[in-house]
């Protein structure tokens, strides 16, 4: 009888644990891109944290947003520009927990193009991924800098990649504002180079990708998150530390060469901190370039949830980019 009683206990101890592994999980979604390489290896180490993540990787932060917003994902990695996207459509069930990288986009041009100010772009074709946040932030930057974009002409490419490519290598555009690895791509080719016209180069100091959750699964799973910001933090610690296997995991995840990676990897970093200031001026400055139709930047204090990644990292507020 005492054998079967402690079977019995110990297949409900069992079934617990279970249960409690089950309600860990997370479905997590990022988009594939060398400076993302920190999310290509975070399902590993949330193991390590008792969360078991379904990854999704996608192509595109509206794809990402969309994701989110219909509760297709838990978790996903999207731009500081989609909070005001977010809100803009009154989605507000949404919290931002962590950065994720900064930098990794550009304007490319063609290496005949000399551009000095934003308005010399004006009379040019530029292949642009409509509604990115790689264009935003470009025609926020040229609109604020003078430059008349009804007459810079911007042709299509969804996804970047191959058409993009081909299209600059015969000339028929001029330059394209992407992502890493399509500006690299084009360096590395020789048919492009980076343009000295920096699309983040002003207030919010080339601020991207964030880890954002949905504020009723953040209620309910705090813990599992928790778990997830951790594993974010270590992943991107592991990378920084070993460039060696930053390369390594960003050929592998995203299918490009060596030497590709390698001349994307400095145009941006690594970085779990959630940056307050330089995310309001990004709000700020896209709602004065009519790319928002209303100021989003007090979302930031209504949005931005920093006891995660304090909790995770044991640091301040402030020593994580809060104000």
Known sequence: MRKLT???????????????????????????????????????????YGVELEIVPMRRYADLQLALMT????????????????????????????????????????????????????????????????????????????????????????????????????????????????NADAAVAGDGYYSTLDIGDNATKHINGTLTVNSNFLKDHRAAVVGVVKALVDATNELNKNNAEYVQVAVKGTGSSMDVVKEAIPRGRLDYKLYEKEAKALLNLIAQAKMTQTDTSGAVDRQFDYSLLTEATGQSKRQLGGE
């Open 6 to 48: 402690l079977i019995a206990m110990l297949l409900s101890v069992f079934g617990l644990t279970a249960q409690a592994q089950a309600a860990d999980k997370v479905r997590f979604a990022y988009a594939i891109q060398v400076h993302q390489a920190n999310m290509m290896i975070i399902q590993d180490f949330a193991k390590k």
């Open 71 to 182: 509760n297709q994902v838990d978790v996903a990695v999207m731009g500081y520009i989609n909070v005001g996207l977010m809100e803009e459509k009154n989605f507000k069930d949404y919290r931002v927990i962590a950065g994720v990288f900064a930098g990794g986009q550009s304007l490319t041009l063609a290496k005949d193009i000399k551009p000095k100010t934003w308005k010399d772009l004006e009379g040019l074709t530029l292949g642009t991924a409509p509604n990115s946040y790689a264009e935003l932030l470009f025609k926020t930057s040229a609109r604020l800098a003078g430059a008349d974009l009804s007459k810079i002409k911007t042709v299509s490419f969804a996804a970047g990649g191959p058409p993009m490519l081909s299209a600059l290598k015969n000339r028929q555009i001029d330059g394209f504002v992407s992502w890493e690895p399509n």
